[in-house]
């Protein structure tokens, strides 16, 4: 059984790699699709195991054991884990260990341990197993970059001194599904947007508070209807209003100008930024504002702000006549069509 892209290291101590079927064995069943890396700093040992490769649609667990091979009580001991955006973490189960998770596009998903409810007793094992899984439709960072493949693990003490961190690769079956498409990264390729940060458009409620800190409730009456959401902290300082429908998030609201699009743009940008990023653009007037959406950025949609009756005549059976100084007021993500009519 190979290893794929394995790395281990420690602050000091013996490294190991350990082949997957043996270190599961010894729980009972072989699992000869994963890749198991070990490591081990003086009185804690640290063993990581991953699955070797995902395909659109799977699921895996990534598995992180720690050992007290000391003869005191260990206390102040944190375990990281860190894994790829295009990667989704699942909710963790009812009754597990407690977990607080930061995500971010560049980064990923960082999911923190505290191994001190209990503290680790000498010679005590812990494991934390995390399932996950790759959307079947496109991973969640499609157009993010780096196209990172490593799953990390590390082991810090009370004075955040990393005892012990390593890494194994989690291979995309880029037979199952092109890649450079899947992720939006070939020059002229076409993606369609349904995440920003943490939030996803069809995950749940209870997805999005797990994914990110700091989320809160929202609710707000318009026109005699009521709705009801998320506010959602984003990279940079900014934040999004996420819509409810039930429990499924069905619109991804912006008015912040601190949150922009992968190409830079949002609140306050011209009419003419939209078009020389996107190209040729499709108009309509809702509810008395202008809207703009692009056939090479399906899933957003731009907010130009109010018109004129007779504006709006015009906008509608020539979008070429709206201002290239006509500035973004809000945007959107949400699913439905992106093709001019």
Same mark, same amino acid.
């Given at each position: 059984m190979g290893q794929r892209g394995v790395h281990v290291w420690a602050a000091a101590g013996l490294l190991a790699v350990v082949p997957a079927c043996e270190v599961a064995g010894?729980?009972?069943?072989?699992? *000869?699709?994963? $890749?198991a890396v070990a490591a081990y700093d003086g009185p804690m040992a640290l063993q990581l195991e991953t699955p070797a490769v995902l395909r659109p649609g799977e699921e895996g667990e990534v598995r992180v054991s720690v050992t007290n091979r000391s003869d005191t009580v260990a206390n102040g001991v944190r375990l990281d884990l860190f894994v790829p955006g295009w990667i989704e973490p699942a909710v963790p189960e009812p009754g597990g260990r407690e977990v607080t998770i930061a995500s971010s596009i560049e980064d990923g998903h960082r999911l923190s341990y505290s191994l001190d409810d209990p503290p680790l007793r /000498?010679?005590? /094992?812990?494991?934390?197993?995390?399932r996950v899984r790759v959307p079947?439709?496109? @991973?969640a960072t499609r157009g993010a970059v780096p196209w990172g493949r490593m799953v990390? *693990?590390? !082991? $810090?003490? &009370? #004075?955040?001194? =990393?005892?012990?961190?390593?890494? #194994?690769?989690? *291979?995309?079956?880029?037979?199952?599904v092109d890649e450079g498409v899947l992720l939006g990264l070939t020059p002229g390729s076409v993606v369609r947007r349904d995440r920003l940060g943490p939030a996803r458009l069809g995950a749940t409620a =209870?997805? !999005?508070r797990w994914s990110a800190a700091g989320i809160r409730d929202t609710s707000w009456t318009e026109g005699g209807t009521s709705g009801r959401g998320l506010v959602v902290p984003l990279e940079g300082g900014g934040s999004a209003l996420v819509v409810l429908s039930g429990d499924t998030v069905t619109l991804?609201?912006? %008015?912040?100008?601190? $949150?922009? $699009?992968?190409?830079?743009?949002?609140?306050?940008?011209?009419?003419?930024?939209l078009r020389a990023a996107y190209g040729r653009g499709c108009a309509d007037v809702v509810e008395g504002e202008a809207v703009v959406w692009f056939p090479t950025? /399906?899933?957003?949609?731009? =907010? !130009?702000?109010?018109?004129? &009756?007779?504006?709006?005549?015009?906008?509608? #059976?020539? /979008?070429?006549?709206? @201002?290239?100084? =006509? %500035?973004?007021t809000r945007w959107w993500l949400r699913h439905g069509g992106e093709h001019c009519t």
């Amino acid at each position: 059984m190979g290893q794929r892209g394995v790395h281990v290291w420690a602050a000091a101590g013996l490294l190991a790699v350990v082949p997957a079927c043996e270190v599961a064995g010894r729980g009972g069943g072989e699992r *000869a699709d994963t $890749t198991a890396v070990a490591a081990y700093d003086g009185p804690m040992a640290l063993q990581l195991e991953t699955p070797a490769v995902l395909r659109p649609g799977e699921e895996g667990e990534v598995r992180v054991s720690v050992t007290n091979r000391s003869d005191t009580v260990a206390n102040g001991v944190r375990l990281d884990l860190f894994v790829p955006g295009w990667i989704e973490p699942a909710v963790p189960e009812p009754g597990g260990r407690e977990v607080t998770i930061a995500s971010s596009i560049e980064d990923g998903h960082r999911l923190s341990y505290s191994l001190d409810d209990p503290p680790l007793r /000498p010679g005590q /094992p812990v494991t934390v197993e995390q399932r996950v899984r790759v959307p079947s439709a496109t @991973p969640a960072t499609r157009g993010a970059v780096p196209w990172g493949r490593m799953v990390r *693990a590390r !082991l $810090t003490g &009370p #004075s955040g001194r =990393a005892m012990a961190e390593m890494e #194994s690769e989690v *291979a995309f079956d880029s037979v199952a599904v092109d890649e450079g498409v899947l992720l939006g990264l070939t020059p002229g390729s076409v993606v369609r947007r349904d995440r920003l940060g943490p939030a996803r458009l069809g995950a749940t409620a =209870a997805e !999005l508070r797990w994914s990110a800190a700091g989320i809160r409730d929202t609710s707000w009456t318009e026109g005699g209807t009521s709705g009801r959401g998320l506010v959602v902290p984003l990279e940079g300082g900014g934040s999004a209003l996420v819509v409810l429908s039930g429990d499924t998030v069905t619109l991804i609201t912006v %008015r912040d100008p601190a $949150t922009r $699009t992968r190409e830079r743009l949002g609140v306050g940008s011209t009419y003419d930024e939209l078009r020389a990023a996107y190209g040729r653009g499709c108009a309509d007037v809702v509810e008395g504002e202008a809207v703009v959406w692009f056939p090479t950025a /399906p899933g957003i949609t731009f =907010a !130009l702000g109010r018109v004129s &009756p007779q504006a709006a005549k015009v906008i509608r #059976s020539d /979008p070429g006549r709206i @201002p290239g100084s =006509a %500035r973004v007021t809000r945007w959107w993500l949400r699913h439905g069509g992106e093709h001019c009519t």
